[in-house]
DNA sequence: AAGGCGGGGTC
DNA sequence: GACCCAGCCTT
């Protein structure tokens, strides 16, 4: 049974940890906790709901970054019941930079079924925070233990990083069964007395000595304990399979404005990839048709840019030549590009041409133009904030 | 179990 | 430029 197999991993691993070796440890741990804990915003109360936010936010994203984030969603959104109602753009805009932005979406639904099921009081109990959305088997413990001080162990990469070094654990940490092993070993060690200080201690151990690359063995107040270190493999750990592969994508952006100084922006679709987010329109591309349409564009060919441009349009989704045919026909091409813009996602990677077309009138229906002044409440996800930039330097668009 | 989902950092 | 960081969701 797998079961069983796991419990005998976990118990391999555990074996030359008997008690007293673990209250040592738990000792040692803690007294470097209380030395040289990082002093961070979400540290300064135990309120369930700021650790909530923080431990979301820091998902995938370091704290440096996460700071000032954490800072502004707590003006913004004060309380549970301010997120649960808070308007989506500002929600986004909150969220803005910051990526995977499913992750506050998901924290405004969970939001709202505090405020209907536990009367806006965050649940204590385990089975609770892991049924609410966008809290998983981590963020539950992260909670329990952070906030409610129940000894439960809170695995992420962090926790397989510092524990499979100290315990030369040989799973597979990109396999999601290997968390298991993970939380047993924590739960052989985790302090019943201090879980809080406990899990956030690995949390700083792994930030700022046991590091992924060159972990600083020498200043740590583990390495007594720890196998990889004695084996002199701190390189080895942990051990991970997984390689990404990135998918070019191609796109043509629509940089319109209008005789007001307007410019035309609209609204990614409500599911998939930024969704709901705002850019100039994009029209896909394919590689062959990009780079000819590039080469074209520099060469500076006397054929009509906006011939080009309608003919790439009509390639392309029927519902966004239905919503630009008028704009885009009405529009007077600029038959230089005006740049280029690169980024890069975890899986794909963007190619974004910047077309600039001037329209003379203003069209009936207004909606969709914008005023740069305007728009600043508008979430941008970072290629068009990059776009902007360009016309900014250009100036297309003044600073 | 595998793939979608951002953005920043280091070397 | 290549590589590192990696939780939770949906399928």
């Known amino acids: ?92 805009k909150a969220w803005e930079g910051l990526g ?11 939001a709202q079924t505090i405020m209907e099921e536990y009367d806006g009081e965050m649940p204590r109990d385990l089975k609770s925070l892991l049924a609410l959305k966008g809290i998983g088997p981590y963020t539950a413990g992260a909670i329990a233990s952070i906030a409610f001080n129940q000894p439960e162990p809170a695995v992420d990469g962090n926790v397989m990083r510092v524990f499979s070094r100290l315990f030369g654990i040989t799973e597979d940490i990109a396999k999601p069964s290997t968390r298991f092993i993970f939380e047993g070993v924590v739960r052989h060690t985790i302090s019943p007395q201090h879980p809080s ?17 060159s972990p600083k063995c020498e200043a740590c107040p583990l390495a007594a304990y720890c196998l990889a270190y004695q084996m002199d493999e701190r390189e080895k750990y942990p051990i991970k399979s997984k390689k990404t592969k990135v998918t070019p994508h ?34 896909t591309l394919d590689k062959k048709s990009y780079t000819r349409f590039k080469q074209q564009w520099e060469d500076a060919q006397t054929r009509d840019a906006g011939e080009q441009i309608l003919e790439l349009v009509a390639e392309d989704e029927p519902s966004l030549v239905e919503h630009l ?37 203003v069209s009936d229906d207004q909606t969709g133009w914008y005023y740069p002044t305007g728009w600043s409440d508008l979430p941008f996800p970072k290629p068009q904030q990059k776009i902007v930039e360009i016309l900014q330097k250009q100036k297309y668009i003044e600073d």
Request: with cysteine; proline share 5%; aromatic share 16%.
């Open 1 to 92: 049974m797998v079961k069983e197999a796991r419990a005998q991993r976990i118990a391999s691993y555990v074996a030359d940890w008997p008690k007293e070796k673990v209250t040592a440890f738990q000792q040692d741990f803690l007294a470097w906790y209380d030395e040289e804990n990082r002093h961070l915003p979400w540290r300064e109360s135990q309120d369930p709901y700021r650790i909530w936010v923080s431990e979301i936010m820091l998902q995938q994203t370091q704290v440096a970054t996460v700071i000032p984030y954490f800072e502004r969603f707590m003006a913004w959104f004060p309380t549970i019941a301010d997120l649960a109602a808070a308007p989506e753009d500002q929600l986004l």
């Open 100 to 110: 995977y932005y499913s992750r506050v979406r998901n924290m405004q639904f969970a």
């Open 197 to 213: 200080e406990f899990n956030q201690a690995i949390m700083d151990l792994g930030a700022t000595i046991c590091t992924p690359t």
């Open 250 to 283: 191609y796109y043509l952006a629509l940089a319109m404005q209008d005789a007001e100084g307007r410019w035309y922006l609209e609204q990614r679709p409500t599911t998939g990839l930024l969704a709901n987010f705002w850019t100039f329109p994009l029209v």
């Open 325 to 361: 045919t008028e704009e885009v026909a009405n529009v007077i091409w600029q038959k230089e590009v005006v740049g280029e813009i690169q980024h890069v996602f975890s899986h794909q990677k963007w190619h974004v041409l910047i077309a600039y077309g001037y329209q003379a009138e």
